[in-house]
Structures are given as C-alpha cells and as structure tokens.
C-alpha cells in the first residue's frame, strides 16, 4: 500500500473509531447530556470544515462566506423536509432527512455556481472580500423569505407578503417548529461522504489540476489546464457539502434563523481550517471536535471562555508561525528537529 | 426634492465615518500588506473610552475625544508590537487569523469591563441644528461636525503623506519594504506610526458613530468595521482618497438603498454594489491594476 492510502485509511478509521466510542458511550449511558447535544454540531462542524478546506486549502482561494451556502442549506432543507412531512405526508424520518440533504446541497450548489462565476475572476483580497460581501448578502435576503404550505402546495413571498396556509419560513423570525430529524448515524454518514468525496477529489487527476493551480496560476494555464472549470469544481463541490451540513443542522433545531449564519461562523469555521493545517483534511476534523466542545467544556468559566478561545488563538498563531518561536519549540523537542529544518530551507 | 437631499446629506454623513474607517483599514493594508480586522472593534474602545469620561469623569466633550485618541492610539501600538510584529515574515492566513483572534480579545474584554447592556452615548457635539429651505431641510449638528471632520483628516492626511519625512517613509515602505529599508527607513518604525494614525482615527470615528446612532455596545465596532473595509476595497485598497470616495459612496448608497429600495435590504444593497463594482474594475475605483509577471 502506498503512504497515501494508508494516510487516506487512518483518516476513515480514526472517523469510524470515534463514531463506535461514542455509540458504545451512549449505550452505556456513559456520555453527559450536553455532550450528547453537541454530537450533530460536530459532524457538522466537520463538514464545513473539511469543505472549506477544499477550497482555502487545496484551492488556495481565501473564502469569508461559507455560512452563506450553510444558510442556503439549512433553509432548502427544512422546507423540503418539512413540505415532505406535512404536505404530503411522508411519515418516514429517513427519507424526509435524506431529500433534505439532497435538497440543501442541491440549493447550495446553485448558489455556489451563481456566485463562483463572479467571485473566481477575482484575487487574493478581493476574492476575499467578495465572498464576505456575499455570505452579508445571502443573511440579508433569507431575512426577507416568507414560505408557507397550504395542503400540499407551496407559497413563496418576499418582504411581508400575505401568504396562505400555515407560515413555515417567517423572514426575520425565521423557521419555526421545524421537526428535529437530525441523527447522529446521519451525521457520521455525511461525514464519511464529505471524507469519500474530498480525499478522492484530491487524489484524482481533477484534484492535481486543482493542486497545481494553487501553486502557480500562469504555469498551470500555460500546460493547457482549464484554470476556471477546475476551480469552480472545488468551489462548487465545497458549496454543495456546505448546504448539506446546514440542512443537517438546520433539522437539529426547532427554530432556525439567517442570524445564526452571520459572518462570525464563516470565521469560527476558518479558524477551524487554519488551526487544524491549510490543506490538512485530517487536522481539519480534529480541530473541528476540539474546538466545537472546548467552549462547552470552559463552561466553568462561563464569563472567560470567549476571552480565553481569543487569546488561545492568538497565542496558537504566534507558537507556529513566528520563527524565533519556532525554532525554540522544535530545540525542546528532537525528534521534531528535522522537520524545522527542512521547513526552513523551503 | 427635499427628502432626498435629507437622504442625501445622511448618507455623505453616515459616509463620512465610514471613510474615517476606512482610511485607517487603508493605510495599514498599503503598508502591512495585511487585513486588520480588529480594527472596527478599536472604533468601539474609543466610543466607550469617550463615554467613560463624559458620564464617570464629567470631561467636556472635546477632552474625552482627545483621550479616546490617545488610548486608541496607544492600543493600536500595542497590538501590532504584541500581535503582528512577530508575524511580518509569516503567511497571510496565519496574519488574518491572528487580527481575528484579536477582535474577539477586544470585543469580549469590552464585554467583561462595560457589559452587555447597551448604554446611551451622549452626544459629543453641541452645536444646533441647521434648518434650510424654509425649515423643510434639517441638517444635525453631528453631521456638519462629521463632514467637516471628515475634510480636515482628509486634507491632513494628504500633507502629511506628501510633504513631511514619516509621510514619504510611508509610501516607499509601502511600495517596496526591502527598498525601503536599504535606504536607511525604520520599516518598524514605520508600520508603528501607520498603525498608531490608523488607530487614532478610528477612536475619532467610534465617537462620531456613536453620536450619530447613539446604542453603544460591544459588537458596536463590527458592522459598521465590515462596511468600512468594503469601502476600503470598494476605492481601491491602499489608496487614500479612494478609501474617501468610497466610503463616501457606500454611506450614500446604504442610505438611499434602505430609503428607497427596501429596509431590510439596505446592506445587501451595498454589497451588491460592491459586487458589481469589482466585477467590472477588479482593483476597486482608485486601485492600481498590478501586472503579474512571471
């Protein structure tokens, strides 16, 4: 086997491992409640996470606004589910969950092409903003959705419309008395999905391309690579994955508002990507868990934990980055020499 | 007629401190090469500093302005020397983050000392109002303080990088660092002062802000901080009186969007605009189209 299928294999086997500990722990009655809680918000925290990766990471683009495809997601999704429940009356959870999953990366998808076709033209920066301005913009517009189901048929409006039947979506309010769905086996099949997804893509001859584009646009274009389709492949796909976590997320709650999907989770999930290694699928989904139960385990100090996850951060980004630090850490430890060196001659 | 001239003035008004935002955004980009995002959480240390020592220490109004000031000042200095001076030579991203880590720091310090209640900020100007075409136009002494303060940073920015040594050093370290420092300019030095004007202004734009939209809280800074990087970007990053004309420009679009258009869709009015924008001039109004060369 070569390193990368094993690499690929810890990646999956870590996944399934900690999926069976937890199943055994509940069984057991092992896990505390608020941690059973925060089972679905991690898987779909790594969701996000890896899929944003896929695009900060491998596609080297710095995206402000993946919550916007999340919000897209969640809002797609619980109509679906709920249009299926009590519209039609499927009775069924699973396959309302599934068309919500599908629907949601469906919708985000779409949304994920409309606003790749702008916002890849762009650079750097201003790609960077774009996204931000965009993830504002998709916030601002969900604000103003009304929906609502009337026997079996569906009613749209925007900005304060009469609509008959019972309101489902209420712009500003939000979705309310939304059926929670969500499971956790469903979370740990998206994850493995993303996981089979994003690995292959990056193993496959697509994912190369995308790779090479990374690292130099002009060499890449001059070998005959299709600069635009490659990246809106990466981008739309980290779009897609992104709705389906947020229809996942949105059936876990009973409401739902756009205010949940501001610009601070687009953050929340960079930081995600940033800590656990650009480009690093694995380090993603560690330090999604971590960090996704670290402020509910400072709940002690309740006042503090924003204060202390700021600093955290902060000294985090200082330890790895800054070379005087760098090379003070790596001298603690020897076998970690080498590597400092050879990251230094890079 | 006169709607939308109130429409209009409001908008140059709610501009005004957006461009004041923005300059500070503008400065420390064209120079740092770096996205400060705790800045728009500096404007809220200044309101609050402002606040303090009008309703605690019963300052007169121009006093606490020129404290909040120097505190931002000296808070702006602090954070590069803490945050960012070890990370010159560092990737973007880690940078970014870093900034982000410490907007967070400043919001949630500001939470632990002031709290999460909103306060009422007593507005710092006390000239009256002007009332014009038969009392049909009224235009708010905060917002003829603004536009003028407004003027007078503008045309002192522009001597200032222009004519006196510190200016010049800016913009060759902005333009070449390595250069820069071979011709004997303190780069340090420099990204410092960048940063500590930067700073300064934003303290005088937390106040103006605040005595226009008088709720003061923690997350006060954060909106009108993302508006204001928008404009930055908007007129052309790292140039000044692109960060100017497009704040100006997105304060007046805001204000007509949300009057004219839809309420609720004021903001996504302004980032569409945005959009759009870069669509058609991918470096922003004043930005220079930098040729990537092999």
Known sequence: MSKKTIDKLLTFGMVIAAFIVCQVMIANGAMSRSL???????????????????????????????????????????????????GLGVSNTLICLSAALVTGGLFAGIAGVLIGIPVLRLRGDYLAIVTLAFGEIIRNVMNCIYISIEGSSLHFGFVNPKLPGKLLVNGPAGATGVAKMSTFVMGFVLVMITLLVVLNLIDSRSGRAIMAIRDSRIAAESVGLNVTKYKMMAFVTSAVLAGMAGALYGLNFSTITASKFKFDTSILVLVFVVLGGIGNIRGSIIAATLLTVLPELLRAFSDYRMLVYAIVLILVMLATNNPTLRTFFSGLKPGKKSSAAKEGKQ | MTLFLSYLINGISLGSVYAIIALGYT????????????????????????????????????????????????????????????????????????????????????????????????????????????GRLLITGVTIV??????????????FTGRTKMGKAMRAVSEDKGAAELMGINVNTTISVTFAIGSALAAVAGVLLCSAYPTLMPTTGSMPGIKAFTAAV?????????????????????????????????????????????????????????????
């Open chain 1, 36 to 86: 059973r809680g925060q089972l679905i918000p991690i898987c779909v925290y790594i969701v996000m996470a890896v899929s944003l990766n896929l695009t900060v990471g491998i596609s080297g683009e710095l995206s402000l606004g993946h919550a916007g495809f999340m919000s897209v997601g969640a809002f797609s999704g619980v109509v679906m589910a709920m249009w299926l429940k009590n």
């Open chain 2, 27 to 134: 400065m420390v980009y064209g120079i740092a090469k770096m996205l400060n995002f705790a800045h728009g959480d500096v404007i809220m240390v200044g309101a609050y500093v402002s606040f303090c020592a009008i309703q605690y220490l019963n300052l007169p109004p121009w006093v606490s302005v020129i404290l909040a000031m120097i505190l931002c000042t000296a808070l702006g200095v602090i954070i590069e020397g803490l945050a960012y001076k070890p990370l010159r030579q560092a990737p973007s991203l880690a940078v970014l983050i870093t900034a982000i880590g410490m907007s967070y720091l400043l919001q949630n310090s500001a939470l632990l000392i002031w709290g999460a209640n909103p306060k009422s900020f007593p507005s710092v100007v006390n000239i009256g109002n002007i009332s014009l075409l038969d």
């Open chain 2, 146 to 159: 603004t536009i003028l303060a407004n003027i007078v940073i503008m045309v002192a920015l522009t001597l």
């Open chain 2, 234 to 294: 908007f007129g052309g990053i790292g140039s000044i009186p692109g960060a100017m004309i497009g704040g100006i420009l997105l304060g007046i679009i805001e204000i007509l969007g949300k009057a004219y258009i839809s309420t609720e869709l004021g903001d996504a009015f302004v980032f569409a605009v945005l959009i759009i924008v870069l669509l058609f001039r991918p470096s922003g109004l004043f930005g220079k189209n930098v040729r990537e060369k092999v």
